[in-house]
């Protein structure tokens, strides 16, 4: 005799009515980046936005650590706290991650903004009142 399978008219009946009335789930917009103010990448941008947006020039790392460090109460040469590693130059990392800074060259790096970058740089500038 072949077995019958059994259906839980009650668990069924309560996945059709919450498929049903269960609101779709709304895209997250996803916000611009935007360091904070005196932070080792608000510091960064800053000192990037000094190249021209047009040319295809590039800094150095310490000629823009030169240039980024009065911009930033952090040190990126030297940790603030001795018994950790951490320095401003550390969020280099997140705006490549984040794509608003370039590197070109090799053994040497050199850096520059994306355009995703010259528009964050352009509006902490505005926010700023140095447009």
Known sequence: MPEKKKI???AQATNDETEATRPEKKQRKTQAYVPKLRSGP???ILALATLDEEGSQALSKNDLIEIAQPHCDSS???PSDPTKFFTAWNSMKTLESKEL???KGHPTKRYYLSD???EVA???KKANGDY
């Open 42 to 44: 608000y510091a960064l």
């Open 101 to 103: 800074v370039c590197t």
């Open 116 to 118: 995703e970058g010259w």
């Open 76 to 78: 990126f040469s030297t």
């Open 122 to 124: 352009n509006s902490m």
């Open 8 to 10: 839980n008219k009650r």
